[in-house]
C-alpha cells in the first residue's frame, strides 16, 4: 500500500557564506618624476631621476597581499567552523523526503524503516551510565548494526548514504535522527523539533546487546527498558503508538504483518486496533503473536498486548484513541527526547521545525 507524498518543497534558507571583496588598486609616482614631467614640459631640460633605495610595493602587489589574505582569513575560517554548521538541513530534510517513496520497497515507502533507524540508534541509552543513544550514529558499525533486533535496518542506512556523500559535513548520527524526523512528518504525524550537532564515534563506543525492547515480553519489561532511559508510563504509551507505522517481516524481526490497514500513514490507529479488535494467538510455526480475529490480517506483538491489558498504560491508550490530536503533542515531545537522549548539543545550536513538503 503506498502512500502519495506531497512532492513541491517550500523555500530553502541559504546555508553557504559567500565572501565576496573588492581590493581597490593605487598607482605611485614619485615627487621627481612629477618635477620631471613639468620641467621637460616648459623646458625640455634632462633631468635624472635618483635611484631609490626602498621601494614601496606597487599596486599589483598590494592587491595580491590583500587577497591573499582575505583568501587565507576564509579558509582559516572554513577549518575552523564546526562541521555541523556547513550543512544546509533544510535541503537535507527535502533530499530524505524524495527518497521515501518507492513502490518496489515494503508497503511503497521508506517512511517507517526510516522512523525505526532513528528510533533503534537512541533508545539504547543508560542514564546511570551515559551511555548510548544517538550520539555517535553507532549504529551504522557492524558490531550494533548486528544485534537481533536492529535486522533489516540496513535497508534504511543503505537508502541514506548517498544523502551523507553529497553532505559530507553532517554526521551519520545527525542524519539517521533526521530521517526519523521526517519519516513522521511526511506520513502524516506532528511537527518534531530537531537539532543538529551529534558527532560520529568509532565501533569502541558500540553498546551490548540487549538495550532495546524485547518484542516477546511484557509491561515490567517494557518499564524496565524505558525507565532506564528516563521515560514514564505517559512517554512509553505515547511512542509505543509509532506501531501504526510499517509492518514486522518474518526475515528481520521473526514476527510478521502490519499493526493496521494504513502503515504508511503516522495517525492514532495503533490505539483504536488494539481496543476495538478482538486478539487471538495466530496460529503458526513462527514465534508468539496475536492477530485480529475478525480478519487475521493485523497483528499486535505481545509486548503491544501490554499496553491493553497494563491499567496504567491502558488510561493513556484510550486516551490517545479518542483524542488523535493529544496523541500527536505527545509523541512529538517524547520522541524529540528520544532522540536528544545523551547528546551534548553545541550551545549554539538551533532547534527546527521542518514544514513538510508541499
Known sequence: MSLSLRLASRNLARSNLHVSARIPARTFATQQVQKQQQ??????????????????????????????????????????????????YNSVYKDIAGLLENEDYDDGSYGPVFVRLAWHASGTYDKKTHTGGSDGGTIRHASEAGHGANNGLEHARNRLEPLKKKY??????????????????????????????RTDKTEADCTPDGRLPDASQGADHVRNV????????????????????????????GFDGPWNASPTSFTNFYYTELLNNTWVPKKWNGPFQYVDKESGQFMML??????????????????????????????????????ELGVKFPEDAPVYEFKTLE
Not at 509509532?242 to 526475515?251: E, I, K, M, N, S
Request: charged share 20%; hydrophobic share 40%.
Open 168 to 197: 559530507p559535513n553532517i554526521s551519520y548520527a545527525d542524519l539517521y535522527t533526521l530521517a526519523g524526523v521526517v519519516g513522521v512528518q511526511e506520513l502524516g504525524g506532528p511537527t518534531v523539533r530537531w537539532r543538529p550537532g
Open 302 to 339: 505481545p509486548a503491544d498486548m501490554a499496553f491493553k491489558k497494563d491499567s496504567e498504560f491502558r488510561k493513556y491508550v484510550e486516551k490517545y484513541a479518542a483524542d488523535q490530536d493529544a496523541f500527536f503533542v505527545d509523541f512529538a515531545k517524547a520522541f524529540s527526547k528520544l532522540l
Open 226 to 253: 524505558f525507565y532506564r532511559m528516563g521515560f514514564n508510563d505517559q512517554e512509553i504509551a505515547a511512542l509505543a503508538g509509532a506501531h501504526a507505522l510499517g509492518r514486522c517481516h518474518t526475515d528481520r524481526s
Open 39 to 88: 620641467q621637460q614640459s616648459s623646458g625640455n631640460k634632462q633631468f635624472k631621476i635618483p635611484r631609490t633605495t626602498k621601494a614601496g610595493p606597487g599596486a599589483g602587489a598590494l592587491g595580491a597581499i590583500a587577497l591573499g589574505a582575505i583568501a587565507g582569513w576564509y579558509f582559516y575560517s572554513n577549518e575552523t567552523t564546526p562541521s555541523w554548521k556547513k550543512v544546509n
